[in-house]
């Protein structure tokens, strides 16, 4: 057993309330928090919730816009024993209704601004139109999806006592429910911790969605390290000239971000004229770093160390590399070596362990439960054997790349039809099932594209000119097709999916097998509204 299968999330919290008590734990909205101040009302709310009938296991969904009210409603279901999944208040409540049932959510905390639409994902995932509610402390409400009767079976150990879920694209168009326990989430948390070397004068910038795996560690991370977490106000994301001066008047010390916010710092932000100098370390994940934009932030950060941490959100982190100073785009990047606690491994078709191209596969402490779907467990990892001749529980990551003799991985892409697209994970299957929901939709293909649209999603859809909005009429233009496309996508899909472009198309090419040639769609020119 390890040291860290009894370590709780909530339990780092309390710790550093213990030992500092009055340091700064979290500053939102204006407001910061001391770290006895959180813990107390954390403690509050946990009491009340249990006295309103949440008993341990029991699965709770936190929708709340990133502020205190979000880190309170997780840390306290977390402490009342909780499976906790953050959820996205800016999501479709159709899409959050599809996680709510995956998951078996029978519990949604939210504050008085984003209640209604709360009401409606438990309506729409069954609820009602009446769900019973409930107000609690600090501005958060309760509102009950599941009667007592119909909650799912307790999850088996070490979730039954409680975990953490985050929700990524599915091929199937529904969301698919990652469930780690405290243990998988504690073991990256405390080694980010000690790795990137934050102390209780760390000021660890927060500017990712709750609903990202990247706030594992500004939750976490800056918990264990009796740090302050600062949420960056959600708005600034999309300035990165704001973000830059964020950085400068918050005196953000450590910063985890996708790699596309970095270059819009670096492209837009000025930071390359202005670099925030209470900066002392680094990181980046969620995609690969452009080779040229990297460099050059080598260059500004001078003795400020960069790291780049790789892992889907199944294992969370599971490999990291320090960049080095002196890497110049020339030169190969790798994703770095495993994290204590993890073994990594690329694979063949064979399944037997590869000195040249496979799949990647981990095993170890950050690897998840399985999958919540259906309101059940599923657990898709199998045992492997790796190349040290020990069988492991292994993920198959579904990326591709090789691994050297010293254990450095390098990232080759996927084997599959997933993409990234600003860190975020998308499965382009999932994409094209809410395309194929759209009434009058007839077929549908949806690529990434190559050449000059590279990374852009597309998606070409054939229509039979009947049906109502999403469908467009015979003799509407294919501007007003895709555009009616665009709007139904809208209803069923948060913003980060939404394609690019919609392409009308009379036919879709087909291989010589018969299927649709997702290739050729992916290397067309055409224009948006041709086909």
């Not at 780690?180 to 969605?209: I, K, Y």
């Not at 001078?302 to 890497?327: F, H, I, K, Q």
Request: proline letters at 6%; aromatic letters at 6%.
């Amino acid at each position: 057993m390890s040291d860290l299968d009894d370590v709780r999330l909530d339990g780092l919290l309390a710790a550093s309330a213990r030992r500092h008590p009055s340091r700064p734990a979290l500053t939102a909205g204006g407001r910061t928090w001391t770290y006895a101040e959180l813990d107390r009302a954390v403690g509050d709310l946990a009491r009340q919730l249990r006295a309103a009938g949440l008993e341990t296991g029991d699965r709770v969904g936190v929708l709340a816009p990133k502020g205190s009210e979000a880190v309170l409603g997780i840390y306290a279901a977390l402490r009342a024993g909780a499976v906790v999944a953050p959820l996205d208040v800016a999501d479709p409540p159709v899409r959050t209704a599809h996680m709510v049932r995956g998951a078996g959510i029978s519990l949604l905390l939210a504050p008085d601004r984003s209640l209604e639409g709360c009401r409606r994902a438990a309506a729409e995932a069954g609820a009602g139109p009446a769900p019973d509610e409930g107000t609690l402390d600090h501005g958060l409400n309760r509102v009950r999806t599941l009667a007592a009767a119909d909650k799912p079976a307790p999850l088996p150990a070490p979730a039954g006592s409680g975990g953490y879920v985050l929700f990524t694209s599915g091929s199937t168009g529904r969301p698919k429910g990652v469930l780690l326990s405290h243990a998988n989430v504690a073991h990256f948390a405390l080694w980010a911790a000690a790795e990137l070397g934050l102390t209780e004068t760390d000021r660890v910038g927060s500017q990712a969605a709750l609903t990202f795996d990247l706030t594992t560690f500004d939750l976490f991370s800056t918990a264990a390290a009796g740090a302050c977490a600062v949420l960056m106000p959600d708005v600034l994301r999309a300035f990165p000239r704001d973000v830059v001066g964020w950085l400068h008047e918050q005196r953000i010390t450590a910063f985890y971000a996708v790699p596309s916010l970095y270059q819009g710092m670096l492209e837009r932000g000025g930071i390359a004229e202005d670099f925030p100098p209470s900066l002392r370390v680094a990181a980046f994940a969620g995609e690969p770093f452009a080779p040229r934009p990297l460099e050059r932030y080598l260059g500004l950060l001078g003795d400020v160390p960069l790291y780049n941490l790789y892992g889907p959100t199944e294992t969370n982190v599971c490999t990291y590399s320090r960049v080095p100073a002196s890497w110049t785009a020339d030169q190969e990047a790798t994703i770095g070596r495993a994290v204590d606690g993890d073994v990594v491994d690329v694979l063949g078709e064979d399944g037997l362990p590869t000195d040249g191209t496979g799949e990647i596969h981990v095993a170890g402490a950050t690897v998840f439960q399985g999958y919540l779907q259906d309101g059940t467990l599923t657990d898709p990892t199998r045992t492997v054997r790796f190349r040290d001749g020990v069988a492991r529980r292994a993920y198959a990551t579904g990326d591709i790349g090789r691994i050297a003799a010293d254990g450095r991985v390098f990232l080759r892409g996927r084997g599959d039809t997933q993409v990234k697209r600003r860190g975020h994970r998308i499965d382009l299957l999932d994409v094209e099932s809410a395309v194929l929901a759209l009434p009058g939709v007839t077929a549908a293909a949806v690529v990434a594209k190559d050449g000059a649209h590279h990374g852009e999603i597309w998606a070409y859809v054939q229509s039979d000119g009947g049906g109502t909005g999403a469908a467009a009429a015979a003799e509407t233009s294919p501007e007003e097709t895709a555009e009616g496309i665009l709007a139904g996508l809208r209803g069923l899909l948060p913003l980060r999916m939404l394609p690019d472009r919609v392409v009308p198309a009379a036919a879709l090419p087909v291989n010589a097998r018969g299927k649709v040639d997702r290739r050729a769609l992916a290397a067309r020119t055409d224009g948006p509204h041709t086909a």
